[in-house]
């Protein structure tokens, strides 16, 4: 391997000395884009970005392998379904963080993405998400945009978010909705009041389409490039917990990553310069056994991949302190050797042009985590 | 008082009296098993696997046959799709369910209902939510609702939904005599545990994380849950009836949650292991909690308080997990917070409610659908599907195997509002699927008929409706006004 642990040392030092310059970050005055794709079920990080400088792998998944890879550097590549990525890697603009998750280590869906969510150490504890919790230290109430039906716990904690999921069907007369809100606002009903505030005023650009992944992010490519409009933007994707039927090139897994790249594809292209002020950054809430089990699929695991892409990007890189195959967290699992979290906080640093240690304190409850914004992100 | 009929049921129709004792009217309903109000033959799960199995294996020749001609392949296969119903089943069953909320006159006994079919969720794999969903709901769930919750924790987890969709089948134990043979005959096949099942049992249907189980009582639990499968056979491929095999079990002892199984000393082996070890989890307190806790954040609010869980579980324990004694307690619960407490509704209680308070009918009764193999089924007739996707509620097809929560937070974003409002505004073209001297007059005198039946401060609510004037938006305001969204 030539991605060694001394090398990733030397690139974090780094970063933790002009971190602790404590410098002002100018504020922007380009408006900067995140979009968040949350994968639900556990991404399997061997999968999407397979490791090639460690012949090991074979021993524990024969029938997972991939027989394509497109190759990143001596030792990983990306999964045949993530082209789009792999072109924006030639052009600087994509990258990963690997062998690394949130700190949470039970294997429970729903405790994990509950967590990858809140940012928390305890599941259901935090009510709030923590891209919310950074909307509202920097102040930016009603640029959050979810792409999913229900307001996802990741972006609660603000007021006024929007949420664009089309149906059919025509909504009551104008009158009659401002009616309700006379409703609302009789009987105290803030939440709801909010929430009717939002619908009166959403932009004409949240019109039309339906709800497929390609016409969603067809979409949020026009609503993002709105001067004035929302600057944040999450996808779900559901359906990466393959126990069964993984697949290599094809199968489930392929299939998952094929709406990862086609969401990106449609941001880059529907995006055009604006995608040069944009960061896409993936959320899982855990990775898979590094072995295959019984049923040609893989268990719940540990340490996966986060994968990014977009303009904001310093260069494509993978970073990672790599743990190797020889010492599985628990016998099974990859290990994490990077809380997710300070590349969440990274991230937000580098977006809502906030320092550093202001959202480690805010958000993350001054939480051990460590800063890869000079590492990863162009400030 | 009068807000509890919509809390633990669906409100009261322009036609009903108030019951005088409303906290018995709910009991009551438990007593025994309600009759569904749909009695014609429904389809059964072996009638539905049978489908599903010619499903599979013709779906096998045509790919053989036209897998080359990507057109024709689909083609073929939507021809195929619609020859098994797999666009009819869904929009029959919750048609039942519909019509059987509304019409079987325990209304309460169904809100329980549908409780336990959301916490014991079949996630969408396979056309579970077409065939499967409606059938698992009549035979794995109803008829337990009359025993103890161990006895319906058995029923779940050897149900061929259940199994299925959690992977059971793929669960084999290595050790034992088809893992042995499986993994020494020189190929690359391996066979071995798959914790899927093992761990959404522990986790979501009995103790909870709460518990603090390690990922080795999840591997137990898995090595327990070794054998229970669908059978294989070349006639029924990967569609077989579920049956214990022993062949698959994995060998040796078990330990789980501080119990061990099959010691010296108490030998319990195969298909009564996963009995003795359900009875362990379901006598555990962390199961009591949760369940008792599950139910008052159902019914009552989000964030109930130990008083109103801790009559729950004093039910549990006096009747040894019996039922319809949990049910009941929960019901009064209800009760005693229901004034003080405000519970958002879900899309499919809320739809369900205004249907039966302003007497309309979103759906196609039953007896309307007639499966004719071949036929596409006409739009109006999927109508209850699509109502029911489009306000984030698809109740037989949820997205994971936790089913759907009911946590304010989560319905209560612009875009689910807006199909509030946007369904709302239609309610009135379902006045069509009534019969025209049951349909009602929608003078003032109707709305405050409902209102002082349903709500316990009427004021508000009517001065709500009645500043719109037509009927139509009426409707809009009676279904959006908090009064109704809030129970």
Request: proline share 5%; hydrophobic share 35%; glycine share 8%.
């Amino acid at each position: 391997m030539n991605c060694t642990r001394r090398s990733f040392l030397q690139g974090s030092l780094a970063t933790l000395f002009v971190g602790g310059l404590n410098l002002p970050l100018l504020a922007a005055s380009v408006k900067k884009n995140l979009v968040i794709i949350s994968l639900r079920g556990g991404m399997d990080g061997l999968t999407a970005v397979p490791v090639i400088g460690d012949p090991k792998i074979k021993s524990y998944r024969s029938e997972l392998l991939l027989d394509q890879k497109l190759k990143l550097n001596s030792d990983f590549g990306f999964h045949p379904k993530l082209s789009t990525l792999h072109n924006l890697w030639k052009k600087g603009k994509a990258s990963v963080v690997h062998a690394t998750s949130i700190p949470y280590t039970q294997r429970s869906h729903f405790d994990g993405q509950n967590l990858m969510e809140t940012g928390g150490l305890v599941p259901y504890r935090e009510k709030t998400g923590w891209l919310g919790r950074g909307l509202k230290l920097a102040n930016l109430d009603g640029s959050g945009l979810a792409l999913t039906l229900p307001m996802p716990l990741l972006l609660r904690g603000i007021e006024q978010n929007n949420n664009f999921y089309p149906a059919h069907n025509t909504m009551p007369r104008i009158e009659i909705v401002k009616k309700l809100r006379t409703a609302y606002e009789g009987a105290s009903e803030k939440k709801l009041l909010n929430i009717i505030d939002v619908i009166m005023n959403r932009p004409l650009t949240m019109q039309g389409g339906d709800q497929s992944l390609d016409s969603l992010s067809k979409k949020a490519s026009k609503i993002l490039q709105d001067p004035l409009g929302p600057r944040i933007a999450v996808f779900d994707i559901e359906g990466f917990d393959t126990h069964s039927g993984q697949g290599n090139d094809e199968g489930g897994h392929a299939d998952k990553l094929e709406e990862i790249d086609m969401i990106i594809k449609n941001l880059y292209e529907g995006l055009g310069k604006e995608f040069d002020n944009t960061l896409i950054l993936t959320l899982t809430e855990f990775g898979r056994t590094v072995e295959q089990n019984g049923g040609y699929g893989t268990e719940h695991g540990y340490g996966s991949a986060i994968l990014m892409a977009g303009g904001l990007l310093k260069k494509s890189q993978v970073l990672t302190d790599w743990p190797g195959l020889n010492k599985l967290f628990e016998n099974r699992d990859l290990q994490s050797t990077v809380d997710a979290r300070g590349i969440y906080a990274s991230a937000m640093s580098a977006v809502l042009d906030l320092e550093f240690e202001q959202i480690k304190k805010n958000v993350f409850w001054n939480s051990d985590i460590s800063n890869f914004s000079e590492q990863l992100f162009k400030t | 008082m009068n807000n509890y009929f919509r809390k633990v049921g669906f409100g009261l129709s322009y036609k009903e009296t108030i019951p005088e004792d409303p906290l018995k009217w709910a009991t009551d309903q438990f007593n025994s098993l309600p009759p569904l109000s749909w009695s014609e033959k429904l389809p059964s799960v072996e009638d539905q696997r049978e489908i599903f199995r010619q499903y599979i294996t013709e779906k096998d020749k045509i790919q053989e046959k036209f897998g080359k001609d990507a057109m024709i392949y689909e083609k073929e296969l939507n021809k195929l799709r619609h020859q098994k119903g797999e666009k009819f089943f869904q929009a029959f069953e919750l048609s039942i369910r519909h019509h059987n909320a509304l019409n079987n006159g325990a209304p309460a006994f169904e809100r329980m209902w549908h409780f336990w079919g959301n916490h014991f969720s079949l996630s969408d794999k396979d056309f579970i939510s077409d065939w499967h969903y409606g059938p698992y709901m009549r035979e794995a769930i109803r008829p337990s609702m009359d025993k103890t919750f161990e006895e319906m924790v058995v029923e779940v987890t050897t149900s061929w939904g259940m199994i299925h969709h959690l992977d059971n089948t793929d669960n084999i134990g290595p050790n034992s005599q088809e893992g042995r043979r499986e993994n020494s005959d020189g190929d690359k096949r391996k066979v071995g545990l798959n914790e899927n099942h093992g761990r959404e049992l522990l986790e979501l249907h009995t103790v909870s994380p709460a518990a603090n189980y390690t990922q080795d009582d999840v591997i137990n639990m898995a090595k327990v849950l070794t054998g229970w499968a669908k059978k294989w056979s070349k006639k029924n491929s990967w569609a077989g009836p579920l049956i214990f095999q022993p062949e698959l079990h994995e060998m040796g002892q078990k330990n789980i949650l501080g119990k061990s199984y099959n010691t010296k000393e108490n030998k319990i082996t195969g298909n009564k292991q996963l009995f003795a070890v359900i009875k362990d989890l379901c006598n555990h307190k962390s199961c009591r909690e949760f369940i008792a806790k599950k139910l008052c954040q159902h019914f009552i609010t989000d964030e109930p308080s130990q008083e109103m869980i801790d009559p729950i579980i004093q039910a549990w324990v006096k009747s040894d997990g019996f039922l319809p004694e949990i049910h009941k307690a929960t019901m009064k619960v209800a009760f005693e917070y229901g004034n003080k407490h405000k519970k958002f509704l879900m899309p499919e209680p809320w739809l369900i409610q205004n249907a039966k308070m302003l007497n309309f009918k979103h759906y196609w009764g039953p007896d309307r659908y007639v499966f004719k193999p071949g036929k596409i089924p006409p739009k109006r007739e999927r109508n209850i599907q699509w109502i029911l996707e489009d306000l984030g509620h698809p109740v037989f097809k949820p997205s994971q195997p936790n089913g759907f929560t009911d946590n304010e937070e989560e319905w209560t974003s612009p875009e689910l509002m807006i199909r509030r409002m946007v369904y709302a505004n239609q309610f009135q073209t379902y006045l069509k699927n009534i019969r025209r001297e049951n349909q009602s007059t929608y003078d003032d005198e109707f709305f405050e008929n409902i209102i002082y039946k349903n709500f316990s401060n009427p004021e508000n609510a009517l001065k709500t409706v009645f500043s719109a004037n037509s009927t139509q938006n009426r409707f809009v305001m009676f279904a959006n006004m908090p009064e109704v969204l809030k129970t």
